[in-house]
């Protein structure tokens, strides 16, 4: 009824409530006219109120908000410094620059259109290592970013300028504080890869004649990264100071995570932890003649400079070499199907990017595991829950799916609050040269296939939390391998498999 209604407009608007005189005892649809314009006018006013009320707690919280929005301001742009105004130059610079490239593409094409996604990707390119690494996360996070940003920035996992070698020797020399070739018999001066970040060259120790790749930090990286993030997240706190609404996407947050986790990059020692975390799963759990990852050499690693074994093999994409190397390709797939699932629980961290050039069937017949500069941490409850969604798919339960969806938090709007560790790094990985090419077109190939379970997903209302996907990803590239090694392997079925290191069978008799 319209009265009731109205009353209840007033109530929301923090108007009294009270039984108007006039009100007649009869039918709502022959009451008097005077009183339909007054409990319209009611309803208006009520709404005033209950918007200007709303208005005024908006204004209220940025005032509480304002002071701590400045302070954390201040204190970025002085940990920031006078690199940041180069920055800002530079940034200025990037911006003409592509400006000028479309004023001059749209002259001599026939394009007409110039898209936003497009548009970044261009400026990302020319403001350096940081952007290009922010455009392969939003390249990699089809869960977080529109499909157009996420097809568009695909573009970033291209190959990197590369160093030149006078400078990888200057920062070899000052990371070993002693001659290079006392530490190596020699450094190969064109790089095995080049990334955002690093560089990998190949080389042989002076002492035992092994065989190393060597990571470097490219120089002035850690000035640009860090004066970059900065930059980007003060840019994110003044616009979700502006459009709370922002708040609920995690806009900060997000950024946070991103910025963290690229300064941690920076640091080698950590991505040597990561390995040593691995092998010392591989020892305890008795897989080492059946996988590996390379050996640091701490005697000459350092924060800038990364020594690692180096390991000759083949990706997993390489059907045809795989099977000179082994008798039974399908074999070796699920041998590293069980290593990297029992790593989701009984190692510190698992693999996180096991693309073609990070997993490798080596010389010996050993998979191997390279590139831990992504690594994921996930709890035992979200990876109970992952395990049964996945038993669901195999079995067609659709209500076990359902369950584990919703212990998961794909139908929680705040889907940001994650255990999840994730180092965004994508650094450089110590695979040949002609792995570059198939690499890219994994990454694609696999980034257009998940983006295409993300839209399916989310047209039912679903939004699924960052380890789901992380995990997703490394399951649709297991899913490829499966296809070219094994295709009559059912990958979620097949009892030679341990999803889960919680089965009840031991992973150790798998091997034997």
């Not at 995690?250 to 990561?274: G, H, P, Q, T, Y």
């Not at 924060?303 to 074999?331: C, H, Q």
Request: a neutral charge; hydrophobic letters at 45%; charged letters at 25%.
């Amino acid at each position: 009824m319209a009265v009731v209604s109205a009353f209840r407009t007033a109530a929301h608007g923090r108007l009294p409530i009270f039984q108007h005189p006039q009100l007649p005892a009869r039918s709502i649809s022959g009451r008097p006219r005077k009183l339909q314009y007054r409990c319209n006018g009611l309803i208006v006013y009520a709404r005033y109120s209950q918007a200007e009320d709303l208005f005024t707690s908006r204004v209220q919280d940025r005032v509480e908000k304002l002071p701590k929005l400045v302070d954390d301001i201040v204190q970025t742009s002085i940990n920031t410094g006078p690199r940041g105004a180069l920055r800002l130059v530079q940034g200025i610079q990037a911006v003409l620059g592509v400006d000028n490239e479309f004023v001059c593409w749209n002259t001599n094409s026939d394009a007409a259109w110039i898209t936003i996604p497009l548009y970044l990707r261009k400026l990302f390119e020319r403001m350096g290592a940081t952007y290009i690494k922010l455009g392969q996360f939003v390249a990699s996070a089809p869960t977080l970013f529109p499909p157009e940003y996420v097809q568009e920035f695909q573009y970033c996992f291209d190959r990197a300028p590369v160093v030149p070698f006078e400078e990888i020797q200057t920062i070899l020399r000052e990371e070993l504080g002693r001659p290079i070739d006392s530490v190596y018999e020699y450094v190969d001066p064109t790089p095995v890869a080049s990334a955002s970040i690093a560089q990998v060259h190949g080389a042989r120790l002076r002492d035992s004649k092994e065989d190393v790749v060597i990571k470097v930090l490219k120089p002035g990286i850690e000035d640009i990264l860090v004066a970059d993030l900065n930059f980007v997240y003060i840019v994110a706190r003044i616009f979700e100071f502006l459009n709370p609404e922002l708040s609920r996407a995690s806009l900060v947050a997000i950024v946070k995570d991103i910025r963290e986790s690229m300064l941690e990059e920076v640091d080698f020692n950590k991505e040597a932890a990561n390995i040593e975390s691995f092998r010392r799963y591989l020892v305890s759990m008795g897989l080492t003649r059946q996988a590996t990852a390379p050996k640091v050499y701490q005697q000459c690693s350092s924060r800038r400079v990364l020594t690692m074994e180096r390991l000759y093999g083949v990706p997993l994409t390489d059907l045809d070499s795989i099977r000179s190397l082994v008798s039974s390709p399908e074999a070796s797939l699920i041998t590293a199907l069980n290593v990297w699932f029992g790593s989701l629980l009984a190692c510190e961290s698992f693999h996180a990017d096991v693309h073609a050039g990070n997993l490798w069937l080596l010389r010996d017949g050993r998979v191997g595991f390279l590139d831990f500069g992504i690594v994921g941490r996930i709890s035992p409850k979200t990876w109970g829950a992952m395990e049964i969604f996945l038993a669901s798919i195999a079995t067609e339960e659709y209500d076990s799916m359902a369950s584990a969806l919703i212990e998961m938090g794909a139908t929680s709007k705040d889907d940001l609050d994650t255990e999840i560790v994730v180092a965004t790094a994508r650094g450089t990985n110590t695979n040949a040269t002609a792995v570059s090419a198939n690499l890219v077109i994994d990454e694609r190939q696999m980034n257009a296939l998940f983006l295409d379970v993300v839209r399916v997903s989310e047209s039912y209302g679903l939004r699924f939390p960052r380890e789901f996907a992380l995990l997703m990803k490394q399951l649709l590239y297991f899913d490829r391998y499966t296809r070219l090694l094994a295709p009559n392997l059912n990958m979620l079925q097949d009892e030679r498999i341990a999803i889960a290191s919680s089965r009840s069978r031991s992973n150790r008799n798998i091997y034997r």
